[in-house]
């Protein structure tokens, strides 16, 4: 076997778990052991290689691995010069992108990043944080490493926290308001430039991303079957909103035909019924893995 064509960083914590998933769907069977940062892969043009996010933009940009996946905020934090191949909308809980947010107690009397001046405040995110109460004229703000835990220091350990957020609940939880976003992020997939002007390598993150792309596509549809008798065929298919127009193909019995599409999962409780009234029979709904468009 030859040496394989690109090296990828895999994320490490939070993101470990949905993207091994997201892999396996896309039909790149990926197993590792409890212990194991190398990972073996179905694939033997990736040599995948598990650590955290915070250091994939450097090794990329400095060429120890290909590519990578990580985080926005990571390429920002370490001021990566990289290129971003593109973007994937997935995280740990949800497929919206989070927030990097400056909150505070919630009977605290600060209402905006100015009010800060001279405090303290906790984050993972040093460097962009930093940065952006430079931004706002603020160059007092004592800006102080967290190792975790973030929501639970202020008041106490820190008068206000910037931190990730999905949905707002942990900080809601710890009686925490949001008063400033400083970014927004998603999960994206990195290269160096060398990397991405190598012909064989770019296409192989063109063909990775292809196939990533449609997994996720694939989780908002399914695909849906049902015979119909030709005279009302032109009705069933009024009612069928599809990617593209639905399959229609003779039975053996000439006066049925059977239709198949592609069609939003969340319009299958509506369409069905109604496929149903107009004489369609022996109607299937079914997954679908991959959407190509």
Not at 154 to 161: C, G, N, S, V, W
Not at 280 to 286: C, F, L, R, V
Request: aromatic share 6%; hydrophobic share 40%.
């Amino acid at each position: 076997m030859g040496k394989p064509l690109l090296s990828l960083g895999m994320p490490k914590g939070s993101l470990e778990e949905a993207t091994f998933s997201l892999f396996n769907k896309a039909g790149i069977n990926i197993k590792r052991g409890s212990r194991s940062y190398y990972p073996e892969c179905d694939d033997p043009e990736l040599d995948l290689i598990v650590m955290r996010p915070q250091e994939i933009p450097r090794y990329v940009e400095q060429g120890i691995i290909d590519a990578g996946i990580t985080g926005q905020d990571w390429v920002a934090e370490n001021d990566a010069d990289i290129v971003e191949v593109t973007e994937l909308h997935y995280s740990k809980a949800s497929r919206q992108k989070c927030r990097w947010v400056l909150a505070v107690p919630e009977a605290s009397p600060f209402e905006r990043a100015e009010d800060l001046a001279g405090k303290h405040v906790a984050t993972e995110l040093v460097g962009t944080t930093k940065r952006f109460f430079e931004s706002k004229g603020v160059k007092d703000v004592r800006v102080e490493f967290s190792w975790g835990a973030t929501e639970v220091k202020p008041p106490r350990l820190a008068d206000a926290i910037v931190d990730i957020t999905e949905t707002g609940s942990s900080l809601k939880a710890n009686r925490l308001r949001i008063i400033e976003t400083l970014m927004e992020t998603c999960t994206v997939i990195i290269a160096n430039k060398a990397a991405w002007s190598d012909e064989g390598k770019r296409g192989k993150l063109e063909n990775l991303t292809m196939l990533l792309h449609g997994t996720l596509d694939a989780e908002n549809y399914v695909g849906l079957k049902c015979n119909v008798e030709e005279s009302g065929l032109k009705e069933i298919i009024s009612i069928l909103p599809a990617l593209h127009n639905p399959t229609v193909s003779k039975l053996s019995d000439g006066n049925w035909c059977a239709v198949d599409t592609i069609l939003p999962a969340k319009d299958t409780k509506r369409i069905i019924p109604l496929l149903k009234r107009a004489g369609a029979s022996g109607i299937i709904e079914y997954p679908i893995s991959k959407v190509i468009a």
